[in-house]
């Protein structure tokens, strides 16, 4: 095995340690989730265990991460992301980033078809800055209408939904943050 890939073995169990610290998951959380014992995942973590295709496939699908990115291989240089659009419900999803951390989309929503979406609350907080079109913006129990270049950010324990606020479809750029991260913006004073 060439020095670098043994470089690589060799840090996969404290990256995967740091990951998981990160994250803020416990050690028993994380061994149930991949269907392993705690002891397994804490020599893993320690060292002591070396990293397998079986235990590392399911730990990638947990932290939402590329394999070469969890075990902290090496890029190959091409810095570009490979778009994959996802459609759901109808709307359209382009990542902008690679999994983990707050996630950016180019989202497209198609104008509504039928009755309005009811609104749905979740563990993270959104930021949305509208490209094109006008899009409504239900938060609780306030409606906001949001032209291009106006932009909004909500905790998403909050009940909302968006859609078109006419018959032209929207299009957005969407940040995601799962654990609730917020964006700390400095404004320069004079």
Do not use: C
Not at 61 to 74: M, N, Q, S
Not at 96 to 113: F, T
Not at 132 to 141: E, I
């Amino acid at each position: 095995m060439g020095s670098a890939a043994g470089d690589v073995l060799k840090s996969v169990g404290s990256r995967l340690r740091e990951l998981r610290r990160r994250r803020g998951m416990t050690l028993v959380g994380v061994a149930e989730r991949i269907g392993v014992n705690e002891s397994t995942l804490s020599r893993l973590e320690g060292g002591i265990r070396k990293p397998t295709l079986e235990l590392l496939l399911p730990l990638a699908h947990v932290y939402a991460l590329p394999l070469d990115e969890l075990v902290g291989a090496p890029r190959t240089g091409d810095p570009r992301i490979h778009l994959r659009p996802v459609i759901r419900d109808g709307a359209t999803y382009v990542p902008l980033s690679r999994p983990g951390g707050v996630q950016a989309y180019k989202l497209l929503l198609p104008p509504w078809s039928g009755t309005e979406p009811q609104p749905m609350s979740h563990e993270g907080f959104s930021w949305v800055y509208v490209l094109t079109g006008r899009l409504r913006l239900a938060l609780g129990d306030r409606t906001v209408v949001l032209r291009p270049g106006e932009a909004a950010e909500f905790d998403t324990h909050m009940p909302h939904s968006m859609g078109p606020d006419d018959d032209r479809p929207a299009e957005l750029l969407v940040l995601f943050g799962q654990q609730g991260e917020r964006a700390h913006l400095k404004a320069r004073t004079t």
